[in-house]
C-alpha cells in the first residue's frame, strides 16, 4: 500500500467523523504532520499509524499492507447498505431501514459509528409506528437503547426516547394481561 492510499484513508475516516486536523492530532504529532500523511507527502510510523487508528475509532488493518487487501475487499462494499438503510429511513420504512444497515454493527467496520445511528433512528421510528405490535415496541427499543451510545454519533436523547419507549410497551402489554 502506498502512502497516499494510506493518506486518503485517515483523511476519509477524520472527515466521516467530522473532526478537523488539530482535533485529530492533539499533543501526539503537529497537525502539520497530519496534513503531509492525509496528502501522501509523508510517511507516518508504526506508532503513528497506531495512534490514527485509536484517535479515528478505525482499524489498524485498514492501514496495514498485508491485512488490508481483505478488510478492503469487506468493506467496499459496506457503504451500499448504508446507503439504502438511509434511503429507506427516509422513505420511511424504518424496519427493512433497521435490518439493512443491522449487517455493519461490527465495531471493527470502517461505518460502525454511522450505523449505529442509522439502526438508533430506525428502531426508534420503527417502534413508534401505529400499529407496531407491544413485543415488537419493545424489542425494537431495547436494540435502540444499546446502540443510542455506541459510536461517534452517540446522542442521550435517542437512549431516553428509546427507554421511554420500552416502558410504554411493556406496560401496555401488561394492561392486556
Not at 498485508?66 to 439504502?84: A, W, Y
Request: hydrophobic share 35%; aromatic share 8%.
Amino acid at each position: 500500500m502506498d502512502r497516499s492510499e494510506i493518506g486518503h484513508i485517515i483523511k476519509e475516516a477524520r472527515l466521516a467523523k467530522k473532526m478537523t486536523q488539530s482535533q485529530v492530532v492533539g499533543d501526539f504529532i503537529t497537525r502539520n504532520m497530519l496534513s503531509q500523511i492525509e496528502s501522501g507527502t509523508a510517511v507516518p510510523s508504526i506508532k503513528t499509524l497506531e495512534y490514527l487508528s485509536k484517535k479515528l475509532d478505525i482499524s489498524i488493518h485498514l492501514l496495514t499492507p498485508e491485512e488490508r487487501r481483505l478488510s478492503i475487499t469487506e468493506n467496499e462494499g459496506d457503504s451500499v447498505p448504508l446507503r439504502k438503510a438511509k434511503e429507506l429511513y427516509r422513505s420511511g420504512d424504518y424496519r427493512t431501514a433497521a435490518a439493512t444497515v443491522k449487517k455493519l454493527l461490527n465495531p471493527e467496520n470502517l461505518f460502525y459509528d454511522e450505523a449505529c445511528a442509522v439502526y438508533t433512528m430506525s428502531c426508534i421510528a420503527h417502534a413508534k409506528e401505529i400499529g407496531t405490535p407491544a413485543s415488537e415496541i419493545s424489542s425494537y427499543a431495547k436494540e435502540a437503547m444499546f446502540y443510542a451510545d455506541k459510536g461517534f454519533y452517540s446522542c442521550r436523547e435517542w437512549k431516553v426516547e428509546a427507554c421511554c419507549l420500552v416502558e410504554s410497551a411493556q406496560s401496555s402489554g401488561n394492561e392486556k394481561d
